[in-house]
């Protein structure tokens, strides 16, 4: 079946230090994928997202990488801030034009120690 | 920048009423989604819609659900009989409509509360 899914559930980093939060996928059809964070109350956040022509896409002290032969992607935040504690979602599209549904993953929890 | 806004951020309702949650999606935007989440679970899809139409539903989108454009800005989800399973946030997203993938951006939601 077709599913996304996250390594693991929570990550403690400390201030400062770069941090990596996995995320897995099962459709190979899968074409395009967002790292959404998510604070507590709040909507999910886009924070970047990257299509399957590329391996890797950077943002601001953001890094996804995708990794299609095991179906893999990654977000990497450097030199972590104590902004950045929130809930992660990896999230998979599979559209064909004019179908744009977002299937998400269950999330990481990351935490910033001071 | 610009925003999707939800209104309201917290509705509590009797099991059987009848809700309307509001959305106003960023302007420049055509395509429109709904989407819940149960406390502690994942975010699930709902519902696309796009040029007046459904263009997607998901199995969760029965029949008590409807969604409608009223006008050039708001874009509700109406539950016509709720029942205590529907007890969720409620996030609506949008997105630019373009031949390529573009980002959906989310709302802050509102927590519906059915009693």
């Known amino acids: 079946g077709e599913s996304v899914g996250l390594h693991l559930p929570t990550l403690s980093v400390q201030e400062g230090d770069n941090s990596i939060i996995n995320c897995a996928y099962s459709?190979?059809?899968?074409?395009?994928f967002i790292w959404y964070k998510q604070e507590s109350g709040k909507g999910p956040q886009f924070i970047i997202d990257i299509r399957s022509n590329m391996d890797k896409r950077q943002g601001q002290r953001v890094t996804v990488l995708l990794n299609k032969t095991v179906k893999h992607l990654s977000l990497q935040i450097a030199a972590t801030q104590p902004g950045d504690s929130a809930v992660y979602f990896c999230a998979e599209n599979r559209a064909n034009f004019g179908n744009e549904k977002l299937t998400f993953g269950t999330g990481t929890r990351l935490t910033i120690i001071p | 920048e610009p925003e999707v806004t939800q209104t309201p951020s917290h509705q509590v309702t009797q099991m059987g009423q009848e809700v309307i949650l509001r959305c106003v999606p960023i302007?420049?935007?055509?395509?429109f989604y709904w989407y819940r989440q149960i406390l502690g679970q994942k975010v699930e899809f709902l519902v696309s819609f796009y040029n007046n139409e459904i263009s997607e539903k998901s199995e969760i989108f029965d029949d008590q659900f409807s969604v409608e454009r009223p006008d050039g800005s708001n874009f509700t989800l109406k539950i016509r009989s709720t029942k205590l399973e529907d007890s969720a946030m409620y996030f609506c997203?949008?997105?630019?409509?373009?031949?390529?993938?573009?980002?959906?951006?989310f709302g802050d939601g509102t927590r519906l509360s059915i009693l």
């Open positions: 459709n190979s059809a899968s074409d395009y």
């Open positions: 302007s420049n935007h055509l395509y």
């Open positions: 997203a949008s997105s630019e409509a373009f031949s390529g993938h573009q980002p959906q951006h």
